[in-house]
Nanobody, 124 residues
Framework: QVQLVESGGGLVQAGGSLRLSCAASRGNFSTYAMGWFRQAPGKEREFGAAISWIGGRTYYADSVKGRFTISRDNAKNTVYLQMNSLKPEDTAVYYC?????????????????WGQGTQVTVSS
């Protein structure tokens, strides 16, 4: 069973940047597609970005495309989310998730394991 731990959240001003990390333990990290989702207060969890388990293909929600970059380091069992040009509407709890042999789905139900989340707050 894969365990995921996110870090790197915090408070940042609009226009600023943050890099989230998600460290995986147990399981074979390289066989999992990894995704980042977020949930703002009073809203449903939404897809942000994903990277496939093979080939490193990346996928982004329209709301973050061009501002966020997902990457992975299989040697470190870690996936990253570089977030630039942050906006107040990016404020949310950010979760990473793992999908065994996944291709980078935007559907949360396809993911097998989830981290506990990290808070990102963007002030205006």
């Amino acid at each position: 069973q894969v365990q995921l731990v996110e870090s790197g959240g915090g408070l940042v001003q609009a226009g600023g940047s943050l890099r989230l990390s998600c460290a995986a333990s147990r399981g074979n990290f390289s066989t999992y597609a990894m995704g980042w989702f977020r949930q703002a207060p009073g809203k449903e969890r939404e897809f942000g970005a994903a990277i496939s388990w093979i080939g490193g293909r990346t996928y982004y929600a329209d709301s973050v495309k061009g501002r966020f970059t997902i990457s992975r380091d299989n040697a470190k069992n870690t996936v990253y989310l570089q977030m630039n040009s942050l906006k107040p509407e990016d404020t949310a709890v950010y979760y990473c998730a793992a999908d065994l042999y996944g291709l980078g789905s935007s559907v949360s139900a396809e993911y097998d394991y989830w981290g506990q989340g990290t808070q990102v707050t963007v002030s205006s």
